[in-house]
């Protein structure tokens, strides 16, 4: 599969990785994978969301590669990875697993951020594996039920109708097209705060358009039906959660139910006027709530 063809420059421009690899997923699922930074730096796992591909964290991977080792990965079926047969929140968990399996060193420690799907990911994931590599995770732009009730994409009042009208939308078989203004326009709506620059959206809008609509839609009849509440309830590492207060895919009812259901949430961040794709709308927020976590919860063993 060819990479998605992304912004060439600026800040949202991908950046070359240092090195590649491809790590094979339980049910055998193959999965590319990005490493950024020096070896022997705090590491930082980054999970994209649905529709994207590691060039959603290229803001996030410039900064932080600087003194950080960034890992990032491309969701089966998005980006470099092929489609899998399977498409469930089981297999994100099992992807994720192996990625923390191939890139950290037994017992290594790293902040885990997951943006949209990427955020549903690190709850599935809860488990005695991933316990062993998480030492805290962000959650942005997240939710784990109700995905497609919450969803304020159509401006009609809470109910079965809208509901109904939602989930047919964002269910859609329809392509995408090319990024026209129109498309832009319609993406900048619907994911993005109304004050998104230019740029923001144009480096958004090359990404959704890139995935192939087969996924798209594969992914958006698990994301209707999701139910993690077992998983938040697992997820016992320091999380912290952050959400624009104009995504309508993911309201902040969303983020106020995680902060009290985690066990162990450290805060939440409402951006006012922002909208789902807050990694790309405030960069330098997000990346610096990585770094915080990094700080806070992880230590570098002497010598290494």
């Not at 207060?245 to 939440?268: I, Q």
Request: charged share 20%; net charge neutral; with cysteine.
């Amino acid at each position: 599969m060819s990479r998605p063809v992304s912004v060439a420059e600026g800040p949202y421009a991908p950046p070359v990785p240092v090195r590649e690899l491809t790590v094979e997923s339980a049910d055998g699922a193959r999965l590319h994978v990005e490493v950024h930074g020096p070896e022997g730096a705090p590491a930082v796992v980054l999970t994209h969301g649905w529709t994207c591909s590691t060039a959603f964290w290229a803001a996030q991977i410039r900064a932080l590669a600087v003194d950080h080792r960034v890992v990032a990965y491309d969701q089966r079926g998005h980006g470099r990875s092929p489609a899998a047969a399977v498409c469930s929140t089981d297999g994100l968990a099992d992807d994720l697993e192996a990625v923390l399996k191939a890139t950290l060193a037994p017992g290594e420690k790293a902040v885990i951020a997951g943006h949209s799907m990427g955020g549903m990911t690190v709850m599935a994931a809860a488990r005695p594996a991933f316990r062993e590599h998480a030492a805290a995770v962000l959650l942005c732009s997240t939710g784990a039920s109700r995905l497609v009730a919450e969803s304020t994409v159509l401006p009609l009042r809470a109910g079965r109708l809208r509901t109904w009208l939602t989930g047919r939308l964002l269910g859609s078989r329809a392509p995408l097209g090319p990024v026209t203004a129109a498309a832009r326009a319609i993406l900048k709506y619907a994911t993005m705060g109304p004050r998104s620059a230019p740029e923001m959206v144009e480096a958004c809008a090359r990404i959704v358009h890139a995935c192939p609509r087969t996924v798209r839609h594969a992914w958006s009849q698990v994301l209707s039906l999701l139910d993690l509440g077992h998983g938040i309830r697992e997820l016992t590492v320091p999380a912290a959660v952050v959400v624009g207060t104009a995504d309508r895919l993911t309201p902040p009812v969303h983020a106020r139910s995680l902060a009290e259901a985690l066990p162990n949430c450290v805060g939440v961040t409402e951006l006012p006027g922002l909208g789902h794709m807050t990694p790309i709308e405030a960069p330098e927020l997000v990346t610096g709530k990585i770094r915080e976590l990094v700080t806070t919860y992880t230590q570098i063993k002497e010598g290494a």
